[in-house]
């Protein structure tokens, strides 16, 4: 019995840890090649960060730290290539507000569901970048426009689109190693098994204790 509740409290630890939401900051790692090359270096190639600012504002910092050599995400305003991704459906993206604190310029483009990365998924906005978003650079903006805004709204996944699957975010990494190769990573979600094998093991917890 002991043992098995143990197993609880560790499972549960580790699912609390994996989680990308803890209080009032959100933060997505890039760490999944889902279409073409992988980048060099160690995942997480991107991260993005929303963190509440306090007046329904949310601080959104996109890192490319884990970019290497000539590996970029391509400045296009034309939104063919840039940083994806979701917002709450209940809400509009249309009224958000994009203002910029430091780093790489980018153009926010918002509408729902419509920003297609590569064959997976489509997202609610995109940041399209004036320049290169290379290794070590980062973009930081302030996001406003609907009373009550929280970095939790950002945690959504792109609707299905075909492809393999869905993601919180995605991103076309290009200039990949020496032949300049190029590929799209996104943000996966946690696997569901992890939450089946935790809220199992708390059901034969409370079974076992209803019947001794």
């Not at 009032?24 to 992988?38: A, I, V």
């Not at 809400?91 to 980018?106: I, M, N, P, R």
């Not at 199992?200 to 409370?206: R, T």
Request: some cysteine; overall charge negative; aromatic content about 12%.
């Amino acid at each position: 019995m002991k043992k098995v509740a143990s197993c609880c409290i560790v499972i549960l630890g580790l699912v609390a840890f994996s989680l990308p939401l803890q209080a009032d900051t959100l933060t997505l790692d890039l760490n999944y090649t889902f279409s073409g090359t992988s980048p060099a270096g160690d995942a997480p190639w991107l991260t993005a960060t929303f963190e509440d600012q306090g007046g329904g504002v949310v601080r959104l910092t996109m890192d490319a730290s884990g970019l290497t050599g000539s590996e970029k995400v391509v400045g296009n305003e034309a939104a063919e290539s840039g940083w994806y991704f979701n917002f709450d459906d209940e809400k509009d993206v249309t009224q958000l507000t994009f203002t910029k604190q430091s780093g790489t310029t980018a153009t926010f483009l918002t509408a729902k569901n419509n920003y297609q990365a590569d064959g997976d998924g489509r997202y609610d906005f995109v940041a399209a970048f004036e320049s290169d978003l290379t290794q070590g650079a980062t973009s930081v903006y302030d996001i406003s426009g609907i009373a009550g805004l929280s970095a939790s709204w950002f945690y959504s996944l792109s609707s299905p689109q075909g492809g393999e699957g869905v993601y919180y975010s995605a991103a076309h990494v290009q200039s990949i190693g020496e032949s300049k190769e190029s590929g799209w990573i996104g943000a996966v979600p946690l696997p569901a098994t992890v939450y089946l094998v935790a809220f199992g093991l708390i059901g034969i917890v409370g079974v076992r204790r209803r019947f001794q």
